[in-house]
């Protein structure tokens, strides 16, 4: 084998390497759907309120991102590339805030916001934490946050904040994740 070559033959070898063949494959990315869960409760067997219209739904910075969101020890959050939501955390999170506001009984009926139905009331949707918590050691859970506004007339005849979380030890990430969210549905609209 002459020099020239041999020369070729390692220049490919290390192209090669910096473009990846040689390494493994990184894991398929998955993507993971939002529901609202069994957990969802009916609250009233008779509605407290009239019609309400699901007026807003929005998911705050830093979680209204595709990538799923995991809380770490030292205090910094990650983002996992290979584990992502199937949509947008808000158009995943109205579907769930429809479902979970309808099965609560609070409400004589809830429509979209594109509904030209009248409404009693105005519903604004917030949540403020959706992550995978891996603070501490050996333990993750999905945790959730959210805040609901009912509005009459432009002013706040309703408040209540609720908070939900999941085990989130095994490989279903939706289950874990949806059981959270609609768990602090329920516990925001037991305050109402």
């Known amino acids: 084998m002459n020099m020239k070559t041999s020369t070729s033959a390692f220049s490919a070898f290390i192209l090669a390497l910096l473009a990846g063949c040689l390494t493994t494959t990184p894991p398929p990315q998955s993507d993971w759907n939002i529901e609202c869960s069994e957990r969802a409760a009916c609250l009233a067997e008779t509605p407290k309120f009239g019609v309400a219209k699901l007026a807003l739904v929005e998911v705050r910075a830093p979680y209204s991102v595709r990538e799923v969101a ?13 584990n992502m939501y199937a949509a947008s955390p808000v158009q995943l999170i109205k579907s769930v805030s429809f479902a979970a506001l309808e099965r609560s009984g609070l409400f004589k009926a809830v429509v979209g916001s594109s509904s030209s139905a009248d409404s009693d009331v105005e519903i604004e949707v917030a949540v403020t934490k959706l992550a995978l918590d891996c603070r501490e050691d050996g333990v993750r859970r999905a945790v959730a946050e959210i805040s609901l506004r009912l509005v009459r007339a432009h002013a706040i005849v309703g408040y209540a904040k609720g908070l939900g979380s999941a085990d989130a030890s095994g490989a279903n990430f939706a289950s874990s994740v949806s059981d959270a969210v609609t768990a602090a549905f329920a516990n925001a609209m037991k305050k109402l």
């Open 70 to 82: 995991v809380l770490r020890a030292d205090g910094s959050m990650a983002f996992d590339q290979f």
